[in-house]
Nanobody, 123 residues
């Protein structure tokens, strides 16, 4: 069983930065780790994901060049560095995990989810 706990959300002005963390308990070394977000009234959408060895990362077009996903195996933690934040980035951000080697971007393909952390970007 895998448990995921996100942290690092908050309120930031447009153009600012935040770093989200996802602490994992359980076996995640052979898992793809993903970040998703959900704004009020919208469906959960893919943000970024990183494969089991950290060598492959995939990003949504809307965050490419602004967000960076990374993982620290020693701490079993995944990070999402968010720069140049925009008001449209406002959402609850979720960490997710699935035991597979290839990166996937559909929420239904992930088996484990955190509770989410709120990110609010003011204009």
């Amino acid at each position: 069983q895998v448990q995921l706990i996100e942290s690092g959300g908050g309120l930031v002005q447009a153009g600012g930065s935040l770093r989200l963390s996802c602490a994992a308990s359980g076996r995640t070394e052979s898992s793809v780790m993903g970040w998703f977000r959900q704004a009020p009234g919208k469906e959960r959408e893919f943000v970024a994901a990183i494969n089991w060895n950290g060598r492959t990362s995939v990003y949504a077009d809307s965050v490419k060049g602004r967000f960076t996903v990374s993982r620290d195996y020693a701490k079993t933690t995944v990070y999402l560095e968010m720069n140049s934040l925009k008001p449209e980035d406002t959402a609850v951000y979720y960490c997710a995990a699935v035991r597979r080697f290839d990166v996937v971007i559909t929420p239904g393909q992930y088996d484990y989810w955190g509770q989410g952390t709120q990110v609010t970007v003011s204009s």
